[in-house]
């Protein structure tokens, strides 16, 4: 039986495909407040400014492809049971091949009914505008977890980290909460590799956590090479 490698990634894994990262230096997210398009208040306040940021975000994430760590964590499935816990809301995971990807704040490829969140399309990269609804006749919304909102998927991906043999965070510095708080869930036991070329959390989690001081496509064959000790 595969032993279970539990990934956590963030938007440092999707840097390298040409992806811009959540939040600049500056606070802004390609030139926007996140108040202003990444809140529930922001949809009720300016729902086509919320889409236009949406579509845009949809329109470069179609001229980008996996990067070899992409393809390097679906490679790992030869001799682990991968499981993949993202923060990022594209799709390049589920392009690169992996079996098991969570996604805990959405994805951009996915709309769902404002007023029936059981309904949930797979728009691709086209755009959405407020004509588009559900067969109920809700509206559209970006699948996305926004500020001010649960996240949904976090009891399923706590479950998950508890069940990990190898804990593997990768491109996050896992700064934001509920998030965050992941790293805890692993069983103590468990080994914990930090591919990451600014690690703000080095100094957590001391005796079994590794830190390998690369971006995400040199470090993860550095960690792919201490795995294979493991089989």
């Given at each position: 039986?595969?032993?279970?490698?539990?990934?956590?990634?963030?938007a440092?894994?999707?840097?390298?495909?040409?992806?811009?990262?959540?939040?600049?230096?500056?606070?802004?997210?390609?030139?926007?407040?996140?108040?202003?398009?990444?809140?529930?208040?922001?949809?009720?306040?300016?729902?086509?400014?919320?889409?236009?940021?949406?579509?845009?975000?949809?329109?470069?994430?179609?001229?980008?492809?996996?990067?070899?760590?992409?393809?390097?964590?679906?490679?790992?499935?030869?001799?682990?049971?991968?499981?993949?816990?993202?923060q990022n809301?594209?799709?390049?995971?589920?392009?690169?091949?992996?079996?098991?990807?969570?996604?805990?704040?959405?994805?951009?490829?996915?709309?769902?009914?404002?007023?029936?969140?059981?309904?949930?399309?797979?728009?691709?990269?086209?755009?959405?505008?407020?004509?588009?609804?559900?067969?109920?006749?809700?509206?559209?919304?970006?699948?996305?977890?926004?500020?001010?909102?649960?996240?949904?998927?976090?009891?399923?991906?706590?479950?998950?980290?508890?069940e990990?043999?190898?804990?593997?965070?990768?491109?996050?510095?896992?700064?934001?909460?509920?998030?965050?708080?992941?790293?805890?869930?692993?069983?103590?036991?468990?080994?914990?590799?930090?591919?990451?070329?600014?690690?703000?959390?080095?100094?957590?989690?001391?005796?079994?956590?590794?830190?390998?001081?690369?971006?995400?496509?040199?470090?993860?064959?550095?960690?792919?090479?201490?795995?294979?000790?493991?089989?």
């Amino acid at each position: 039986m595969k032993k279970h490698l539990v990934v956590l990634t963030g938007a440092g894994i999707s840097v390298e495909s040409g992806l811009s990262t959540f939040r600049d230096s500056d606070g802004l997210w390609e030139k926007h407040r996140i108040e202003d398009v990444a809140t529930p208040q922001a949809w009720k306040r300016n729902p086509e400014l919320v889409h236009s940021f949406y579509n845009e975000r949809r329109r470069q994430l179609s001229e980008v492809s996996p990067n070899s760590a992409h393809m390097g964590l679906k490679l790992l499935e030869d001799s682990w049971q991968v499981s993949i816990i993202t923060q990022n809301v594209d799709d390049l995971h589920e392009r690169a091949g992996s079996a098991s990807v969570l996604h805990l704040h959405g994805r951009l490829d996915l709309a769902s009914s404002e007023g029936d969140t059981s309904y949930v399309k797979n728009v691709g990269y086209a755009a959405l505008s407020l004509a588009d609804h559900c067969p109920n006749g809700h509206r559209l919304r970006p699948h996305i977890v926004w500020f001010g909102e649960a996240v949904p998927m976090m009891d399923e991906a706590i479950r998950i980290t508890r069940e990990a043999d190898v804990l593997l965070i990768i491109g996050t510095s896992l700064n934001v909460y509920p998030a965050a708080g992941l790293i805890h869930e692993a069983p103590l036991d468990v080994p914990i590799y930090l591919v990451d070329p600014d690690p703000a959390m080095k100094r957590l989690e001391k005796g079994r956590l590794t830190v390998i001081q690369e971006k995400a496509t040199t470090g993860l064959p550095m960690v792919a090479r201490i795995l294979d000790s493991y089989e």
